[in-house]
């Protein structure tokens, strides 16, 4: 057993809020930070949305669910939300710049026992280890949507991680339900992403260079490979905002032209209103997606 007992969660969107109830309905006491009191109301309905899936995907009762919201509380001051903490999990956008600003923040007010844990899809610690002010308790934890069912943690530490701060978040992972992925270098990506990543870029420049429509490429995949979903499917799974941010970066910093039309081409979606599932309209429209119609492979 570790000696994690209170965890504090930075940001609320659909991963955050996930990771967030998951810890709490393991027994750990969770304290969801975000940036105001709007984005504290969203994130309420976002931990609540979860009731159904894990009663449906669990097999668990309403007072079992019940148990693991006790356990949650919420703030939007960054001082109060980490001031007993043992882990803080940040779950804030892709974007590097707010990342800096955040560890900047956060080490000012952090207690010195509290270790430092990044959700980042992307970005290895290394490159934000000297904005925490303790690069011996800094490491990345990468969670999979839907972490209740795709229940793996992929842990990777940077070169000044202190190897047994690496073993206790291990086996917090463990604690929490998760299998842990314990990487033994920094990849930008980890290993879920590194492969992730390029399948769904590949989907959607078919898309945006006119090859295909989305429906069209998911049915490919579906039928040729026996897989549940295509890429776009995963898209709305994932969040667009969170594919934007991704998908932004990684064009930035290849110069990739193709990439950008694709970047440009989940804004339009974005500037919809259309977010992906949470929203109810992504690439599909929920609650009954396309892609679930039981003719949707048939010829």
Aim: overall charge negative; hydrophobic content about 40%.
């Amino acid at each position: 057993m570790t000696d994690i007992k209170n965890v504090t969660v930075a940001g609320s969107g659909v991963l955050g809020s996930q990771i967030a109830y998951q810890s709490a309905y393991s027994g750990k006491n969770v304290t969801i930070y975000d940036i105001s009191d709007d984005a504290v109301a969203k994130a309420k309905n976002r931990v609540k949305d979860l009731r159904s899936l894990y009663e449906h995907d669990l097999n668990i009762d309403d007072a079992e669910f019940e148990a693991g919201l006790e356990n949650l509380s919420y703030s939007s001051d960054l001082a109060d939300a980490v001031k007993d903490a043992d882990l803080v999990i940040e779950a804030i956008p892709e974007k590097p710049e707010i990342k800096h600003s955040f560890y900047q923040q956060l080490a000012k007010v952090a207690p010195a026992k509290t270790i430092f844990a990044s959700n980042s899809s992307t970005l290895i610690p290394s490159m934000f280890m000297d904005d925490t002010g303790r690069p011996e308790k800094f490491l990345n934890l990468h969670f999979a949507n839907q972490v209740w069912l795709n229940n793996t943690a992929e842990v990777m530490g940077s070169p000044k991680t202190d190897p047994e701060i690496y073993k206790e978040i291990v086996e917090y992972a463990r604690e929490i339900g998760m299998v842990p992925i314990q990487l033994q270098k920094e990849q930008p990506g980890y290993i879920l992403n590194s492969l992730l990543i390029p399948f769904l870029n590949a989907g959607q420049e078919l898309w945006t260079k006119g090859v295909a429509d989305p429906q069209t490429i998911d049915k490919t995949w579906m039928k040729a490979t026996g897989a549940p979903q295509g890429p776009f499917a995963i898209l709305d799974v994932v969040g667009l905002r969170t594919a934007y941010n991704i998908t932004a970066t990684y064009a930035a910093s290849t110069q990739d032209k193709q990439l950008q039309v694709v970047v440009d081409s989940i804004k339009k979606l974005l500037d919809e209103g259309k977010l992906g599932r949470e929203s109810g309209e992504g690439f599909y429209k929920y609650p009954h997606p396309a892609f679930e119609d039981p003719d949707f492979l048939k010829i």
